[in-house]
């Protein structure tokens, strides 16, 4: 009997510790799990819902294609250079480009990562950076080299000496697409204008604008100063999230009240450069066009970037460069209005 019951008592310490083995093993197991989960929780998802060579087929600078800035994501629009639209058809040598916001599509494109020359909508970005880098409080003092640019040029009638707000000088630039506002943001900003233009520059990247380069914050031509349609729609996709410039960007005018060296007042009137908004152009029935950009110069053509609703308050971004006239300009724009409701 006590034969037996030290067989019996061997067997459930065997037991007994083939028990305490497989909750160690198993404890074991647990933690090492555990351990996998928190470090695969840890990484960065760095997929992307799109192919970058798709949506940059038709980019003359593709091969830089894999220095794209983490601003390419699924919240954008992508696809190929020239996207049909029905019958919709732009005038010869136009690029242009229809934008749906909320859905992420391109509805139209011609073009679109051609280099462009950009014009005035160069103003876009020195938009931006006056927001992201300035203080619309700031007081600024014109100076010479503020006034002092290529005959023709889109001007406010500021003079050196007189004293402005970074706010006035950001409606100047907006409203009347001033050349001599954007000089001066660009000084006060970045310190000298060529350090200013560095930092558009390196915004641009940021944004993934592959096919820019500034030379510039006015948009006056320079060779070495080039953009294409879609980097114009990455560049006012970003603006559009400012309040501050959908306030300015959709107001026909703007008084511009300047204090001079002597100490007295001057002011001058400033109309839009935007055709919808003075009304002197309609926009098609059932199309709110909230604002933009204008630019126009010799070797750009007539250019305008807009951001526009349909009847369902959804929005849209609509652009068109290098027309022959503001005529064909604003009817080509109307034709892909009219396609968003």
């Known amino acids: 009997m006590k034969s037996i019951d030290k067989k019996i008592a061997k067997a459930n310490r065997l037991l007994n510790l083939l028990i305490i083995l497989v909750a160690v093993l198993v404890a074991i197991l647990g933690i090492v799990i555990g351990v996998r989960n928190y470090i ?15 949506c940059l087929s038709g980019d003359p600078l593709k091969k830089a294609s894999s220095a794209l800035a ?13 996207v049909a639209l029905g019958d919709v058809s732009l005038g010869e040598g136009e690029k242009g480009g229809l934008f749906k916001l909320d859905d992420y599509e391109i509805l139209y494109a011609q073009g679109i990562y051609d280099r462009i020359y950009p014009a005035s909508i160069t103003k876009i970005m020195t938009s931006l950076l006056a927001i992201e880098h300035g203080n619309m409080d700031d007081i600024v003092t014109i100076q010479p080299e503020d006034v002092t640019l290529e005959e023709g ?52 990247q940021s944004l993934g604008m ?7 914050p006015h948009g006056l031509h320079d060779d070495n100063h080039y953009t294409t349609v879609y980097d114009i729609y990455l560049m006012l996709n970003r603006a559009f999230t400012e309040q501050k410039f959908t306030d300015v960007m959709s107001l026909s005018s703007y008084t511009l009240t300047v204090t001079t060296a002597a100490g007295s007042q001057r002011t001058r009137y400033l109309s839009a450069t935007d055709r919808y908004l003075t009304g ?34 959804e929005p849209y971004i609509s652009i068109v460069v290098n027309a022959q006239n503001k005529t064909t300009l604003y009817n080509d724009m109307n034709t892909l209005l009219s396609r968003i409701n």
């Open 280 to 313: 002197e152009v309609s926009a098609p029935d059932n199309v709110t066009v909230l604002g933009g950009k204008t630019g126009t110069t010799s070797q750009a053509g007539n250019c305008l970037a807009i951001v526009s609703q349909n009847a369902y308050g």
């Open 153 to 204: 040029s889109q001007m406010s009638g500021m003079q050196a000496g007189d004293v402005v707000t970074m706010d006035q000088l950001f409606h100047a630039l907006m409203v009347y697409s001033a050349n001599d506002a954007a000089m001066a943001i660009a000084r006060h900003i970045g310190g000298t204008v060529d350090q200013f233009v560095e930092m558009m520059n390196q915004e641009a």
């Open 40 to 54: 695969d929780s840890r990484k960065m998802d760095l997929s992307f819902s799109y192919q970058t060579e798709a």
């Open 70 to 82: 983490p601003a390419f994501a699924s919240e954008l629009c992508v696809g190929e250079a020239n």
């Open 210 to 216: 592959t096919g820019t380069h500034f030379a510039n």
